[in-house]
């Protein structure tokens, strides 16, 4: 195994430059010090090793953490210099690459923007799998059995880790899809077993409940994208119970109460898509939500601030499938669009205090804009 391989190999490295009281079982240890952690225990909860050669991480070696954690395993100081100058020598000449869980989920959806980190495990572990995942099983094997140990000691980043890197292949498995989405919807709860990935190698059949078992451990340990996803896939509504925070998107969460019938979760996340300055969202909560007629007019002044007045006309040329419609194209074109909200006038000091509620809404979301 690369983890057992690489610490033999770090020893007799060491052991060659005169680190010659060393025991193996700290080696470990210090492999994860010179890459920033301050236990090997930490380590195997943020990461796991993989066959690529340490240089392609961009990572340098830490000789800061890896001389405290020499002192704090009571390493004799002569050879603690001697680990400090050597060992960061090994890993970028002949070390393996770390893969941080994080970074392997956000490089599945790797866009050119994010962490250089993201990007190298994109480019080196998620674009050349487009074969599937026995692209995994001849080159990275030791990555899979990486995060699936770490996903056994409950890290719910190895989990979602392992759920997407099996995603792609899931769609293949449709029906079983929404005979799970119909149970969760009738019983409100689901189950899944472990499949390991050595059963996957001999048949992919069961590789769809490997994913769903990995994608629903993420989720009950709280992870907000897992929790989003089985939503969205077997219309889990776990979510639903979650206190809100700034990385949940609100008419997300609108779609999955609409689905359970909750009226008042969709009425709740409406009027936090609203005042984050979502169109869409205002106008659904006045046709559709009976607004209070000043909060009505919290929305219309807010929606004039950000320059789609609810008030007016908007109708545009489109095609059959509600695309724009494109004169250069031709063929027949359709109305599309949003007729004008009426709305009753606000008696004097009702109105003056919906336009101070809107204009305190409209700093905070260019608050928001300006942090981003």
Not at 198 to 214: G, M, V, Y
Request: with cysteine; glycine share 8%.
């Amino acid at each position: 195994m690369i983890i057992k391989e690489q610490a033999y190999r770090a020893h007799a490295f060491l052991r060659a430059r005169g680190v010659t009281s060393l025991k193996r079982s700290y080696i470990h240890e210090l492999l994860a010090a010179a890459v920033g952690y301050s236990t090997y225990a930490a380590f195997q909860f943020d990461a796991t090793w993989c066959e690529l050669p340490f240089s392609l991480t961009g990572i340098k070696p830490d000789d800061g953490a890896l001389e405290a954690r020499c002192a704090a395993l009571g390493i004799p100081a002569d050879e603690g210099r001697l680990i400090v100058d050597a060992l960061p020598k090994f890993q970028l000449e002949a070390g393996h690459a770390l893969i941080r869980f994080d970074a392997l989920i956000d490089a599945f959806d790797w866009d050119g923007g994010g962490t250089d980190a993201s990007e190298w495990v994109w480019a080196h572990i998620v674009e050349p799998a487009h074969a599937g995942v026995a692209f995994y099983f001849e080159h990275h094997r030791e990555l899979l059995y990486g995060l699936e140990a770490a996903a056994r000691r409950g890290v719910p980043a190895a989990h979602l880790a392992i759920a997407k890197l099996l995603e792609s292949e899931v769609a293949l498995f449709g029906d079983e899809e929404e005979r799970l989405r119909s149970q969760v919807k009738r019983e409100g709860t689901w189950t899944s077993p472990f499949v390991g990935f050595a059963e996957i190698e001999t048949s992919l059949l069961r590789l769809e409940h490997k994913h769903r078992h990995h994608l629903l451990a993420a989720a009950r340990s709280g992870d907000i994208r897992a929790l989003m996803e089985t939503a969205e896939r077997y219309g889990d509504p776990a979510i639903l119970e979650l206190t809100p925070s700034p990385t949940m998107d609100p008419m997300r969460l609108v779609a999955v109460a609409a689905e359970h019938g909750d009226d008042e979760r969709v009425r709740y996340w409406l009027t936090i898509a609203a005042q984050e300055g979502d169109i869409g969202a205002m106008r659904e909560l006045i046709l559709d939500h009976g607004e209070p007629a000043d909060q009505a007019w919290v929305w219309m002044y807010l929606s004039r601030l950000l320059g789609r007045d609810l008030s007016q006309d908007r109708f545009e040329a489109i095609n059959e499938d509600s695309t724009l419609y494109d004169d250069d194209i031709g063929g027949p074109a359709y109305v599309g669009g949003d007729e004008g909200i009426y709305l009753d006038p606000l008696p004097a000091n009702a109105d003056r205090s919906a336009r101070q509620t809107a204009t305190q809404f409209f700093a905070r979301i260019n608050a928001l804009r300006d942090c981003i």
